[in-house]
DNA sequence: CTGTTAGCGCGTTCAC
DNA sequence: GTGAACGCGCTAACAG
């Protein structure tokens, strides 16, 4: 039986720096976080043999001490979506330059896997959680709050160590449809999202709503339900042909349904923006380089992370923080164009 | 001297399920682990009072006491990127029904960068870590992979406690170019990748053997460096243009650039397939609601996560791990078609 | 300025 | 089966 005795690499620990560099662990503790003054030597010493042993003091014996861990736990809902990507980069960003360090996890939209990732992030006693939207309850949240300070975008909620970030959807939309309107289209479709899910609830509203402004009567049949993924954009554009219905421009509730829109239109031989103008909604990186561009509605996710981070430090720090809700944007692109005669 | 009396939020800890439970701390922790048999009646006394607490074990102390952390470090490139951002899902994926979770840091293709984060991880003392190519030097590698175990993608490596996985992009490179010159093209450009980036140096050697291959002519001219992003792809077909150089077919390096690539030629009112056939190399997800749908060299970025991380499982069980690589695969959509005379 | 002492919340011997 | 005692590596409070 082999032992550990060949590879015998004693554990190299604040300990062992402080002993090699002769003096008190105390000492080197106090230099690794400048919690007091120490003599040029002894600095010297420790601060070479710090670097001789490559030494890096464990963070879980420190979090242990200091009932502290610096790190940030993320609730995303999957790590490799594109839209809530840029969110997370927003979130590194803010975080960089500071000794916070996120911890991402993704609930996939499922409310018992994100109380699993809730569950694990307290057991990893993070200081904080920022909540990219997902379907934890609102109580939840207040709930959690009263333990550790919450962030949580796609909603408005506040309480004593909760913060909240939303973009108004409802408007975006609004803005979105009149666009289409204002460019004489009278019959445009819409593709929705799921109706359990709360954006895409509140972009159905701003369609309506917008409708209704101009004066125009709803066509029920032009508005289909899929779930917010580019096949379901695809499906959609597929049930709106066979009702039969005319329509001259298509509204997706958001960008990866007008892709599969997009390519649906191109399989009918329909031209886009020629006899179908295509609106997206958050303006993936992507959406410059559909053919041709799409015109979206911009939502600033990378912002949203950004100050979602930044306003978790403040609640860390026991203050108290609002979000100012980043404004949306209309990007008029290539995919819309006025209504031919 | 004010108190904590007023919010005493006395810390539920393992101590004081124990005594809320009357049983001893041993005990508690026995359950929680397994570790030895319990009585039913202590079992189910304890199981209550840790829901009545909503009690969740401090992962900072037990990683102290265990020397384990059960979390694996994963150095990924860019958070928010397509391609990686499939590896990742498939590193969470793996360690799903795992008592392991992953902990995801970026490097930005920024050597300096990559070795701060190492350190990050090392400090959290991870079980191991996944590095996701990246720009550490084989010999960094190897030496970490003397502390813990190291799963690299992207090149050939192996030592104790170190496995690799790669492509091979050579040959998925050649296989592409081979298309095109099969469908009659003799004059192809190609897009090509960051000089310094190993990747990128693979798949332009497997364009020139392709073409060694079929005997046929290399026109320097027709291979342009540009940077692996949507915009190079752009600033490429420019140039290509500007060369006065005949061309009927591109190859993109990865499919960021084709995206770049396909709205450049558009601009230009160069028709692809019918005037220009395009290739890319990735298989982004993207990459089928391209117009037309791209045909490209699909690499399997979820199955090098799962086979990863599957390996890094058995590293850390002490076992030897080889990683099969898993195949490459040209995906001929409609971008590419025989060329005109 | 610096060393000593006492935990932080767990897992783990070792006895009972 | 079960409890008491010790230690994981570090910070903090207390003396000097």
Do not use: C
Request: glycine share 8%; charged share 25%; hydrophobic share 40%.
């Amino acid at each position: 039986m082999l032992t550990d005795a060949d590879t015998a690499a004693p554990a190299v620990t604040l300990e062992l720096i402080a002993r090699e560099a002769g003096v008190s662990p105390s000492t080197v503790s106090r230099i690794l976080n400048g919690t007091a003054k120490v003599s040029a030597d002894k600095r010297l010493a420790v601060e070479q043999t710090i670097a001789r042993f490559n030494f890096q003091p464990n963070a879980m014996a420190r979090s242990l001490a200091k009932g502290q861990t610096y790190t940030i736990g993320v609730l995303t809902q999957f790590i490799e979506s594109p839209f809530y990507g840029e969110a997370l980069r927003g979130i590194e960003d803010a975080l960089r330059r500071t000794p916070y360090s996120p911890l991402f996890v993704s609930g996939h939209w499922n409310l018992a896997e994100e109380e699993a990732k809730m569950r694990l992030l307290q057991g990893r006693r993070v200081d904080g959680v920022i909540v990219l939207t997902g379907r934890l309850g609102d109580e939840q949240l207040l709930d959690y709050a009263q333990r550790l300070p919450i962030v949580v975008t796609g909603r408005q909620l506040s309480g004593p160590r909760l913060a909240s970030v939303d973009v108004d959807d409802f408007e975006g939309a609004r803005e979105a449809t009149r666009h289409l309107i204002e460019l004489g289209h009278t019959r445009i479709a819409f593709i929705s999202g799921p109706a359990d899910h709360p954006d895409a609830n509140e972009r159905l509203r701003g369609y309506r709503q917008a409708h209704a402004d101009a004066g125009l009567a709803l066509v029920p049949e032009l508005v289909v339900p899929a779930d917010f993924m580019e096949t379901g954009g695809m499906l959609a554009i597929g049930q709106l042909l066979e009702s039969r219905q005319n329509f001259t421009a298509v509204f997706a509730a958001n960008d990866q349904m007008a892709y599969g829109a997009r390519l649906a239109l191109y399989r009918r031989n329909l031209r886009v923006p020629d006899d179908i103008s295509l609106v997206g909604y958050d303006d993936l990186p992507n959406s410059t380089y559909l053919m041709p561009p799409l015109t979206t509605v911009r939502q600033p996710v990378y912002e949203i992370g950004r100050l979602a981070a930044q306003a978790m430090l403040k609640l860390i720090a026991g203050e108290s923080a609002e979000i100012a809700a980043p404004p949306l944007e209309l990007v008029v692109r290539e995919s819309t164009r006025r209504v031919r005669h």
